[in-house]
């Protein structure tokens, strides 16, 4: 079954502390992995691609294929961090598989 | 810049009324996404489209339909809302997969539906 697991609803982290939000996936073949972000009153957006290797607002994504993870990190939080954010995978058939999200809250 | 828009930000109807949500976008995007968003629940596709008059069901088809006669413009259908049809919905555009290209979705702002 192709499925992405963000286990955590809700995750707060004080303003200057390290982020991690989780995603797991299940998926038989190579994924494409995805993280968007939601700010308040905004439209979905992309924030980072696993292919791109890129880092976007000091948020950084690695794909561990040996624990099916690609969990979103920053080293810093910030208090405009706040938002929600989605993992997602895309299949070959050109869906997208999104996690359930995690909202991020980043406490002054 | 991609363009993706929506034809309302908030839209209220009437329990069996019939509800057409617009979605145009302006990149000649092949696929075309309709997708629901519920608290706790994450997003949802509904149906999604990869060329003119095509479609597929997504996660969750029940209770709507779709129609794609251009290409810019993917339009969902409610035939007879009801109130659990009550929601936040998106749309999102993309060019095709592609060996070679890593793709993203645009997504427009957002139809806030309520149905009483």
């Known amino acids: 079954a192709q499925r992405v697991t963000q286990p955590e609803k809700l995750l707060s982290v004080f303003k200057g502390a390290p982020v991690e939000l989780k995603c797991n996936y299940s998926?038989?073949?190579?994924?494409?992995l995805f993280w968007y972000v939601q700010y308040s009153r905004q439209r979905l957006q992309l924030l980072l691609r696993?292919?791109s290797r890129e880092s976007i607002k000091g948020f950084t994504a690695d794909l561990n294929k040996g624990e099916t993870s690609f969990h979103l990190k920053k080293p810093f939080a910030q208090e405009e961090d706040s938002a929600m954010y989605y993992c997602?995978?895309?299949?070959?058939?050109?869906?997208?598989?999104f996690g359930k999200g995690t909202r991020l809250h980043i406490l002054p | 810049d991609v363009k993706v828009t929506q034809s309302s930000r908030y839209l209220v109807k009437r329990t069996g009324e019939k509800v057409f949500l617009e979605c145009v976008q302006d990149?000649?995007?092949?696929?075309m996404f309709w997708y629901r968003q519920d608290p706790g629940l994450g997003l949802r596709l509904i149906y999604f489209?990869?060329?003119?008059?095509?479609?597929e069901k997504g996660d969750i088809p029940e209770g709507y339909s779709v129609s794609r006669e251009k290409k810019e413009r993917f339009s969902l259908i409610l035939e007879s809302a009801s109130t659990n049809q009550t929601s936040m919905y998106l749309c999102?555009?993309?060019?095709?997969?592609?060996?070679?290209?890593?793709?993203?979705?645009?997504f427009g702002p957002g139809t806030r539906l309520t149905v009483t």
């Open positions: 999102a555009s993309s060019q095709a997969w592609s060996l070679m290209t890593s793709y993203e979705q645009y």
């Open positions: 998926y038989s073949g190579s994924p494409e």
């Open positions: 696993h292919i």
């Open positions: 997602a995978l895309r299949n070959r058939d050109d869906k997208i598989i």
């Open positions: 990149m000649d995007h092949e696929n």
């Open positions: 489209s990869y060329d003119v008059k095509m479609k």
